[in-house]
């Protein structure tokens, strides 16, 4: 499928799958995300759907690359000290739904199946939405666009 180009503006991470890195620094991103109230800090912030992109791939999933947690916005004009903004490119995706219990992994368990398919991966920027059908944490739907060739 197509996505269009759009902006996030959100706070970020460096971080790497490798030694269970990430599952230890993506989940204290998101504490820090509802703990600092960022959702409520983000300029020209189209809605309220949480996006957590993940993008500067150093090489492929098995090194560091940046995680943004943040939202859509209209424009990178005003980026708040201490957030992170970025455009994603327009581009083909693959889209994954990942369905169950977030607290529980369901979104890392879909992840551990992307990372073992043999999707044509670009590397460019992946990202999970989170919205109206994730707001129920422990029957969520999450949408994981991941960009393929």
Not at 25 to 37: G, H
Request: aromatic content about 10%; proline content about 3%; some cysteine.
């Amino acid at each position: 499928m197509d996505i269009q180009q759009f902006s996030v503006i959100g706070i970020s991470i460096v971080t790497t799958n490798e030694n269970g890195q990430s599952e230890q620094d993506i989940p204290a991103l998101w504490q820090r995300f509802f703990s600092e109230n960022i959702q409520a800090l983000i300029p020209n912030k189209i809605d309220d759907t949480i996006y957590s992109i993940y993008t500067d791939y150093e090489k492929d999933h098995t090194k560091p690359y940046t995680t943004i947690l943040g939202c859509r916005v209209s424009s990178l004009d005003v980026i708040p000290e201490g957030m992170t903004g970025k455009t994603i490119n327009s581009g083909k995706y693959h889209l994954q739904v990942a369905k169950g219990n977030v607290s529980q992994g369901a979104v890392y368990q879909e992840w551990v199946k992307i990372w073992n398919s043999d999707l044509k991966r670009t590397y460019t920027a992946d990202f999970e939405v989170y919205g109206e059908r994730a707001q129920n944490p422990e029957m969520a739907e999450v949408d994981i666009f991941i960009a393929v060739e």
